[in-house]
């Protein structure tokens, strides 16, 4: 890639190359409609359901297991909407973790409006929520648990198969927004024990524009877009097959890298933590104590500001907090309710090494940031 050192793979990947190579074969060949039983839409409907076997193999699911969405934040909302509006006679009650995604905190914001009841579980200072605290507020009208696998700031992983245990034992359906871990880590449904959770093709060397929800046989919801039927009628919408086939080609790859990419992203985070502390000794890493993401960095250089440093910072492109819900300088909620101080929240990065990252790169970051700090 040309440019910038780019380290900010938690907002977006680049297209892998064979990802892409995928895509343009299906724009050029698979161009029928998927639904179509004709000659051009049986290459569609098989290219579709190929993919949605890809998809299923990475994360140990099911083919018919997988409904393609148009991403993680589509997803978001078909899992928390969907499985509330299918749940609302149990009852019409919530609980989700204090730094969720926008895309789960505003969907259940939007039922909170609706007389929905919305309880939030506070994190640890390592941005860990404890699964006792989510047992403790589950009541006899919980229709629905959503904890995130892996926070998309600070990257700390979530005692995701504890809370679902517990979530199971209560009859409360659980989802996770696993849009960050999936493709860096092995994210496997049966071993999480979740009832739904969300994939974001452009995460993982994906293409924008295409997701998926797990939804394991027998969890209720009721679709969000009501049309023809599609998608065994939970998302309806001619689907777009060139971006699924780039979708089930990502996960294939993800699949074949497995482990070597999630080492080499952890040798690469780690070379990087480590060139920037032997520069910057009062370095604040948070999260360091909690399990986390491979690939995820999100230090403090105490005394600096992140933004001021972002716009002075020449030839490394990173971030001071989600991408998605950026341009603000309002310290970050997920800092705030780990109970980090503004001051040292405004002075964070979010550096995020990818699988194309080579030392190099990371020992001419770390210089770059720690100059730029400097001034």
């Not at 380290?7 to 343009?24: I, Q, Y």
């Not at 060949?29 to 579709?48: C, D, I, M, Q």
Request: hydrophobic fraction near 45%.
């Amino acid at each position: 890639m040309d440019g910038p050192i780019y380290l900010d793979t938690n907002a977006t990947t680049p297209l892998a190359g064979e990802v892409l190579e995928a895509m343009v074969s299906a724009w050029r060949e698979v161009w029928g409609n998927a639904s179509s039983t004709h000659f051009y839409g049986r290459p569609a409907k098989r290219a579709l359901e190929r993919a949605r076997e890809q998809v299923a193999g990475l994360l140990g699911a099911r083919p018919e297991e997988i409904v393609f969405t148009s991403g993680g934040t589509e997803a978001d909302n078909l899992a928390i909407i969907g499985a509330a509006e299918a749940r609302s006679a149990q009852g019409r009650h919530i609980v989700i973790s204090a730094i969720e995604h926008p895309a789960v905190e505003e969907p259940c914001a939007y039922l909170e409006r609706r007389g929905w009841k919305v309880t939030r579980v506070p994190v640890d200072a390592q941005g860990r929520v404890d699964p006792q605290a989510i047992a403790a507020a589950l009541t006899a009208k919980t229709a629905l648990v959503s904890v995130m696998h892996a926070n998309n700031e600070t990257g700390v992983l979530q005692p995701v198969a504890a809370i679902a245990r517990i979530c199971r034992e209560r009859g409360v359906t659980f989802h996770s927004d696993a849009a960050q871990s999936v493709g860096k880590i092995a994210v496997r449904v049966d071993e999480l024990g979740v009832d739904l959770l969300t994939v974001a093709a452009h995460k993982f060397y994906g293409p924008k524009g295409i997701g998926a929800l797990y939804v394991r046989t027998g969890t209720r919801l009721e679709p969000l877009l009501r049309g023809a039927g599609h998608e065994r009628g939970l998302r309806s919408g001619t689907e777009p097959v060139p971006l699924v086939v780039g979708l089930g080609a990502a996960a294939d790859l993800a699949q074949r890298e497995g482990a070597a990419r999630e080492r080499h992203l952890r040798e690469m985070r780690d070379r990087l933590e480590a060139r920037l502390r032997a520069r910057v000794p009062d370095l604040v890493v948070h999260g360091a104590g909690a399990p986390r993401l491979p690939n995820t960095l999100y230090a403090a250089i105490p005394g600096a500001d992140a933004v001021q440093l972002l716009g002075r910072l020449e030839g490394v492109a990173a971030g001071s907090g989600a991408a998605c819900h950026s341009g603000t300088t309002t310290p970050s909620r997920v800092l705030a309710a780990m109970g980090v101080p503004a001051n040292l929240a405004r002075a964070t990065l979010r550096l995020c090494v990818g699988r194309d990252t080579r030392p190099d790169e990371v020992d001419e970051a770390a210089r770059r940031i720690a100059d730029a700090a400097g001034r």
